[in-house]
Every structure is written in C-alpha cells, then in structure tokens.
C-alpha cells in the first residue's frame, strides 16, 4: 500500500479500517496486550478482596449479607450489559462505514454508561450513610471501594474517552486515523464489562450468599 | 484497484458477512442476559451456599467467555496473539486470586 | 531535520532535540545516561553500606541512616538502574536486529522514559525532605506503614510513576517484535536478545499490574487512612507479601533474561559460532518465564503458609534450574570448537558463566524450604541475590556496554582499559560476596548496621569492603573509558566485531529511519549468511521509496512532570492544603497535555525517496 495514502480521508475504507495501517494494527496488538495486563491488574484487587471481605479487625462493621442490596445491583448490570451490546452495534457500523449510525450507537452507550456510573455513586452514598461502611472504616470497606472503586474509574475514563473521540471527530466521519481509536475505546468497554461480571458475581451475589 | 462493480459486490459480501456477525452478537447478548437473570435468581431463591457459588461463579466464566469471543471477536482471524496474552493474563490472574485467597492467613 | 547537514547543533537545540525525541535511538542514549546515573548512585550506597560494615562496631553512619541508604541502594539498583539500563539496550538494538525502522510506538517509548527519570527524581528527592525510605527495599508492612518519615510516600508515589512508565516500555516491545518484523524474520529467526526482550516485556505486562496494586495499596493506608495492612481494622500485612512477590520474582528475570541475550549475542559472535542449540534456548527463555510466575513464595517460606505450600513453591523452583542449566550448556557447546576471541565483551561473557552457575546453585540451596529456615535474612541470601544480579545482570549490562557503545556511540571502548575493568571487577566482585556466603552461614544477619567485634565476622566484612573498592575502581575505568573513548576515540567500521546480526549491518553511524530498504532475512544470523553466501550485504526486500517517520513531542515530558508535581502534593497533603495546588496543577498538566495528545492529529512525515537517493544509492 502506497505511503502517500491520506489517512484523513473518509473515501473508499478498506474492510476492517481498525486494522488497515501499521499504526492501526500496532494499536489493535498493543491495546489488546494492555488488557491482558489489567487482567492481572484486577486479579491482584480480586484478591485482596476476597482475602479482606468481612474483615473488620477490632472495628465495627456491617458485614456483606446485610450490606447488599440486589435489586440495585441488577438494574446496573443489565445496564451495562446493555451499553455493551450498544457499542458493540457502534462497531457494526462502523464496519459498514455508516458513521452517523455509528455515532448514534456510542451516544446511547455513554448515556447508559454514565447512568451505571451515578447508581454507583448513589449506591457508595447509600453504604456510607446508612451502615457507615466507608472507605477508612475497616479492611474490608478499604478493599471494597479499592476493587469497585476501580472499576467505576474505569467506566469514568471509557466515558471521558468515548466523549473526546466522538467530539473530535464529530465533524470529520471516519477514517484510516481515527477508525482503530474507536475500536480500542469499544474494547475497553467490553472489557470494563467483563471486569463487571465477575465484581457482580464475586462481590455481591458471594456477598449475599455468605 | 478493483472496478466499481466488483467492489460494489465487495461491499455487499461483507455487508452480509457483518449482519450474520450481529446476529450472533444479539444472541450472545440473550444468553448473557439469561445468565444474570439465573446468577441472581439462585442466590435470591435461598439454595444451599455450597450450590449456589460453583454455578454462579461457572455462568460468570461462560458469561465472560462470550463476551470475548463473540463481542471482543476472539473467535476471529489475526487474533491468535491477544487470545495468548489474555489466557497468559488469566493464567497469572488465577495464580494470584489462588494465594492470596489461601495461603495469606485468613 | 536530514542526517545530511554537516554543521553541528548548537547544545540549546541539541538538548531541545532530546527533550522531544521519539527516536528509539535517541531514547536508548537517554536510558544510558539515566539508568547509568542512578547505577553510580546505587553504587555510591554500596560503598557507603561496605565502608560502615568494614569495621566492627563502626560509627562511621548512624542506624537510621544506613536503613535509608541500604533500601535505598536495593530500590535504586533494581528499578532506576538495572532496568532502565536494559531497557537502554532493547531501546537500542531490538528494532535493529528484527529489521524495523522504528518501535511500534514511539511517542509512548518516550513517555515511558520520561516517567521512568521523573518517577526516580522524585524517589530521591526524599533525601532532601525528610528522610529515604528506611524499611527494605521490599517494603514490607508494619515498617512501610509505621515508619514515621515520608520515605515510603516517595517509595510508593515513585515507583508508580516509574512503573507506569516501565509497562508502557513492556507493551511497545511486545508489539514492535510481534509486529514490525523485516520480511522473512521469522520468529526461530530472531537473535537470541530479541526472543529474551520479548519475552521480558511479557513479564513486565504480568509482573507490573500486581507492583501497581500493591503500591496503591500503600498509598492509600499511608496516606489516606486506608487499612488494607493494618490488622487491628481487619487488615493483612501477608497480602504485600504476596503481591510484592508476584511481581518481584518475575522482575528478577525481566532483568536477568535480556542479560542471557547479551551474552548469547556475545558469545556466538567471539566464538564465531552459531548459537549452539538455538531452539532451545528460545524454549529455555519461554519455559523460564513460565515456571517464574509460580514461584514467587520461595521469599516467603518462613511466614508459616504451611508444609503443602512450602513444597510446591520449592519444587516450582528447583524446576527453574533446569531450562537454566541448559542455557549454560548451550553457551559452553557455543564455545566449544569455535575460534574465541577474547575481546572484553566475551571476557565478560566467560566471567559470567562460573558466577552466575554459583548463583544459581545457592539458589537451589535456599529452595530448599527446611534450610531456608536457616539461610532467610542472613547475608547467604545477600550472596545469592547479588551472585545472581551482579554476575548475571550487571556483567550483562557492562558486556552489552562494550558490545553496543560501537553502534550507539560509532566508536569502540578501548580494549586495554575494558581489560583493567573487567579483572577490578570480576576480582572485586568475588571478594565481596563469595566470602558473605559464610558471613551468613555464619549467623551475620542482613540489614544490620553493625556487627560485634569477637564473633568472627571481623576479617570476612573486611575482606568484602576490601572487594567493593576493587569493584568501585574497576567502575571508575570504566568511566574514565568512556570519557577517553568519547573524546578523542576514532569513529569506529560499521562492524567491529565481525557481526552476525541485522544491527551490524547498517552504516555508522545509523541513519535514523534506520533502514532505507527494509532487508530481506534469509536465516538465523542473516548478516553471516549474506557474509558466507551472498556478497555481505543484506539483500533489499522492497524498492525505495518514501519513508514515514514520527514527529517528536515535547508532550511526554511534559505528562510526565504533571504526574510528578502531583506526586509531590499527594505526598504532603497529609501536611498542608497548599499541596492540594500542586496536585491540581500536576493534573492539569498531565491531562492537559493527554487531551493535546489525544486531539491533535499526529501523522508524522514523509522522508521522501529522492532524498534518500541523494544520500547515496540504494543499499550502499
Ligand atoms: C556493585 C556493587 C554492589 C555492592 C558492593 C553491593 C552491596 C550490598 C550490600 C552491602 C547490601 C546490604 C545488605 C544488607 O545489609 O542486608 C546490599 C543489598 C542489596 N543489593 Fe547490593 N550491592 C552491589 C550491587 C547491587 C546491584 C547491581 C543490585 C541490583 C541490580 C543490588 C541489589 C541489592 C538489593 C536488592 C539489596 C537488598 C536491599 C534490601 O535489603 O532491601 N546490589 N547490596
Ligand atoms: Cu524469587
């Protein structure tokens, strides 16, 4: 492929633009490869957290039973499966090169992003003020809000990521530049949701179960 | 470059090819969906914790399997590297939850 | 910007060029001098942990302050010098010998630098506000989070911000061999020290999260009230253990693998031999870096995990010594019926080989569970550790030194002075730490700040101050090498050493896009084959033509200092609110500058094919 190739253009988009330059495939490796390590990253929380869960020391603390509340917590993970599922429809057109369409998708990912983010925040707020179970409190608030916390940093970051691609590019549609940036941000939202199962499955289901 | 109506009936091919790929996705979306709803369901239904945590913890695992391989597109060509990166990730991951869930004095 | 122009930069733009370089190249000179700053410091340490235990009962540095130094010197030596330095040479060489013309991301090569010096400036800033951390390098809690200093605020905010910096390195590595490979260099084609870089930059990606966690971890219970090592409120301190092992083990072979891809460079050229057993040392490499994540608890056998755990993580471990057996084997055959020159690189090389095999037979000593008992915290360990780190990774480095100034640098060391370097240390070496193996047989506990006169340790610490000054003459030579070298030494052939790999055969000094025509590789050691069967130049794999090259950034700097200033005001919050400013202001810059990043098109440009034909036709 000629070097002179202008990757701003939006004409004539081979198949699969996130991998169609170098630049793209080096991301498309590189991001990917960045995940195995956050795999890693979480299992180290992951951890921590279950080695911690209902530790409370010499402090006073609610322990996980009688903390969670579920009904909370399946709204939000519908909520982000469902984001996961629209962004994976922002992905499919991507493919077909339908920008606008594409644009529409991740918009409604990042509404239903930012609405897990606020029940979360709702929830934290809950914790803290009805059962005092905060992030000084005892061990096992600390690895709580470390594994969650981090999580829900993740989600904040996928927003503020989703946000500044979709506004910079707004205007321009898609290219050879900018097609392998919009795939990473979808593949780091999917993998903010794997991260998810496993927090819903390990926290507060094994939460509530004992 | 090829002429407009090959690549036109390029187009097409893989207009096609992407559809047939969506539609797995929205099914995997549905069995993720059931998944959650089982997962809850069973701790909500009161059975036995020693019952309760193997499954749950297998749907997460199969949960989580789809998602890489059907919305991540693992199952797809040129991604031989990524699966060895994160099943090598997954490896150190379940080394690490493995300790320090039992041999940390707890 | 063309490799052209004659007259020289002028230092004002020289040092902006620097600032602002992508250039792996460049990068690997800035490694150099940064690793190569903090390895005379870390050295410094030694001397004065050496100087304070020559003597019985000596008062030459108080308790407190050798605590600081002797942690010191161990963050220092692992995380500012040994691994910047090897990421100086895999800056260096990796693109070169696989055929690219660059890293898969040079701009994030850079930021990863920039972190790594910002993340050791401000660990040593805590010398000058308010005391070094003074708990081990490995920073176990209850001291981590007791000790009264900021030291361990700085251990912690520093070594993230280096951390950081160090798994970027990791993933471009990854990717720049995984993906810009020359036509035709296959993955059994690759030289030895590229299969070792990659496979430790796959490390780093597994070992750093887990440093990143435990890190945060401290932060927070120091800094934020946080309890995840304070018992009394639930909290573990055995989970730092464990944490800062899963990435510690590991980082012990980041370090020492690319070493074992030096010397294989090294040994296979002065022997001019191929690498014997070239597939199994690759699969020694991989078989290495598998077994050394699963046997982290070997530094933790006497917390009391229990008799089951304790022999896995033995056994684990002793497994390890067997793809490093082979390694040994493979370098020895190499040499065997090759025609050696004992040039100082290969001196090195042979020096290494008894060390490192004496390294490795303590190493299975303290595997074994029940004798560790015995061995744990006594200086056996500090000989084992540094036999290992000294004689496998920092012979590497100096080998590599040697090895590579001529394609860094276009000038060769002096041969006489490498000479005079190699026996002060090797020598100095020997004297320091084989006789601390029985220091600790012996009962002398490590980190001590003194030992008692009438027990017998009098002439063994002797005799190891003695050896450590050998060692800091031999560095001084080396010093003064380079100084010498760089002054007034001649600009050297583009192959000194009669290469077999893709580096050597490029002009000196090495054009920054690197290859003009990306070369076709033919085999293992392509230079030799084209040197045996072909004319000696590496036939072309594509026609000229344009070459896209990145632009530089002064952006990574730029992140970098954000991240520090923020680090500084994370440190004194506890302190004042005024630090709340600098955090703010660190933020505004770090992200600031990432939102440039990430909004500006950066499309690099084009060296175009006429230039390039004017510096001479095709692959001359
Ligand atoms: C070059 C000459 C060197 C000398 C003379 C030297 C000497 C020492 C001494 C005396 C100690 C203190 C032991 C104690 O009190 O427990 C020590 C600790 C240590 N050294 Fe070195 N060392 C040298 C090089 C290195 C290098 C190159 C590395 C790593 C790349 C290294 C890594 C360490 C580590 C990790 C510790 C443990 C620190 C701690 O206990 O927290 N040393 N060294
Ligand atoms: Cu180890």
Redesign the pocket.
């Known amino acids: 492929m000629s070097t002179h190739e202008d990757v701003l253009s939006s004409e004539n988009l081979p198949h699969e633009p996130e991998r169609a330059t170098l630049e793209g495939k080096n991301k498309f490796m590189g991001f990917w490869f960045f995940l195995g390590g956050e795999t890693v990253l979480f299992a180290s929380l992951f951890g921590t957290y279950l080695a911690l869960k209902n530790s409370f020391g010499d402090a006073e603390g609610t322990p996980s039973q009688e903390l969670f509340g579920l009904p909370l917590v399946f709204i939000m993970t519908v909520i982000l499966l469902t984001s996961s599922l629209t962004s994976v429809y922002g992905i499919y057109h991507m493919k077909n090169q339908a920008f606008k369409k594409m644009m529409v998708w991740f918009t409604i990912t990042v509404l239903l992003g930012a609405s897990f983010l606020g029940l979360e925040v709702y929830e934290f707020n809950h914790y803290v003020h009805e059962f005092h179970h905060t992030f000084t409190a005892h061990a096992f608030g600390s690895a709580f809000y470390a594994l969650v916390g981090f999580h829900g940093a993740h989600v904040a970051f996928g927003l503020l990521w989703f946000l500044t691609l979709m506004f910079r590019n707004a205007k321009r549609g898609l290219n050879l530049y900018n097609a392998p940036k919009f795939y990473l941000v979808s593949l780091y939202w999917h993998f903010i949701d794997v991260v998810w199962v496993f927090i819903f499955t390990v926290v507060y289901l094994m939460g509530k179960v004992g | 470059m090829a002429d407009n109506t090959n690549s036109n009936y390029q187009d097409q091919f893989f207009k096609e090819k992407h559809k047939e790929e969506m539609k797995y996705q929205v099914i995997t979306f549905a069995m993720m969906i059931a998944f959650t709803i089982i997962a809850f369901g069973l701790v909500v239904g009161d059975f036995s914790k020693y019952l309760v945590v193997p499954i749950i913890l297998v749907l997460a695992v199969v949960q989580v399997l789809f998602q890489l391989y059907y919305f991540m597109h693992l199952n797809q060509k040129g991604h031989e590297m990524p699966s060895l990166m994160i099943f090598s990730g997954v490896f150190a991951a379940v080394l690490t939850i493995l300790a320090l869930t039992t041999i940390t004095w707890i | 910007m063309s490799t052209a122009t004659v007259e020289k930069p002028g230092f004002g733009a020289t040092l902006w060029e620097y600032l602002t370089t992508v250039d792996h190249k460049k990068i690997a000179i800035l490694y150099l001098l940064g690793g190569g700053f903090f390895f005379l410091l870390?050295?410094l340490e030694?001397?004065l942990?050496?100087l304070q235990?020559m003597l019985p009962d000596n008062n030459l540095i108080g308790a407190q302050f050798y605590n600081e130094i002797?942690?010191m010197?161990?963050t220092t030596?692992?995380f500012l010098?040994?691994m910047p330095l090897i990421f100086a040479f895999m800056n260096a060489v990796v693109p070169l010998q696989i055929g690219a013309r660059d890293v898969a991301f040079p701009f994030l090569n850079s930021l990863g630098f920039w972190l790594f010096l910002f993340g050791g400036i401000l660990l040593n800033l805590s010398w000058f506000l308010g005391g070094a951390p003074d708990g081990?390098?490995?920073a176990y809690a209850p001291f981590s989070i007791w000790s009264s200093t900021h030291g361990f605020d700085f251990y912690a905010i520093g070594l993230q911000i280096s951390g950081f910096g160090t798994l970027m390195g990791g993933i471009n590595f990854i990717v720049t061999i995984v993906n810009m490979r020359a036509p035709g260099m296959t993955y059994m084609r690759m030289p030895l020290f590229t299969w070792t870089a990659l496979i430790a930059s796959v490390l780093i990606l597994f070992a750093f999260p887990a440093l990143t966690v435990g890190l945060f971890f401290m932060t927070f219970d120091r800094l934020f009230g946080a309890n995840f090592f304070v018992p009394e409120m639930g909290g573990n301190e055995i989970i730092w253990e464990h944490i800062f092992w899963i990435f510690g083990h590991p980082e012990v072979y980041i370090?020492v693998l690319p070493a074992f891809g030096v010397f294989s460079e090294v040994i296979s050229t002065f022997s001019k031999k191929r690498l014997f057993g070239y597939s199994a040392m690759v699969f020694a490499t991989v078989l290495i870096a598998f077994f050394g994540f699963m046997v982290w608890a070997h530094h933790m056998f006497t917390v009391g995990m229990g008799p089951i755990a304790n022999s896995i993580f033995a056994i684990a471990t002793m497994a390890i010594a067997v793809p490093t057996g082979i390694k040994i084997f493979n370098w020895l055959f190499t040499m065997w019926g090759g025609s050696i020159r004992f040039s100082t690189p290969m001196l090195w090389a042979a020096g290494f080989i008894p060390t490192f095999t004496i390294g490795g037979m303590t190493g299975v000593m303290v595997a074994v569970a029940a004798a560790d008992l015995q061995y744990h915290d006594t200086y056996f360990v500090?000989a084992h550790?540094?036999y290992v780190?000294?004689g496998g990774?920092?012979f590497g480095l100096i080998a590599g030194t040697h090895y590579w100034w001529p394609l860094i640098f276009g000038k060769v060391l002096n041969e006489k002075l490498g000479k005079w370097t190699f026996w002060f240390f090797f020598i100095g070496f020997h004297l320091?730490f084989f006789i601390q193996h029985f220091l600790g047989l012996m009962g002398m506990p490590?980190?001590?700040w003194k030992f008692l006169p009438g027990q017998d340790l009098e002439v063994g610490n002797f005799i190891s101050t003695v050896g450590?000054l050998l060692?800091a003459v031999g560095t001084i030579i080396l010093l003064y090498n380079i100084i010498k070298t760089s002054v007034n030494g001649e600009r050297s052939s583009q192959d000194p050493w009669d290469g077999r790999t893709l580096e050597w055969s490029l002009p000196n000094p090495t054009p920054h896009y690197n290859f003009k025509q990306l070369p076709l590789v033919r085999g293992l050691d392509p230079l030799w084959i084209e040197k045996t069967q072909g004319n000696g130049k590496l036939i072309p794999a594509e026609p000229l033509n344009d070459i896209h090259m990145p632009n530089n950034s002064f952006l990574p700097f730029m992140i970098s200092l954000g991240l520090f200033i923020t680090g500084i005001g994370v440190i004194f919050r506890p302190d004042s609110n005024v630090a709340y400013i600098a955090i703010i202001a660190g933020l505004v810059i770090a992200f600031g500058s990432m939102f440039i990043r990430s909004v500006k098109d950066d499309l690099g440009y084009h060296i175009h094919k006429e230039d390039l034909e004017e510096e001479g036709a095709g692959v001359e």
């Open positions: 870390g050295g030694a001397m942990i050496r235990l002797m942690t010197h161990g030596m692992i010098a040994a081990g390098w490995t370090l500090v550790f540094h780190i000294v990774v920092v320091t490590r980190r001590y450590a060692m």
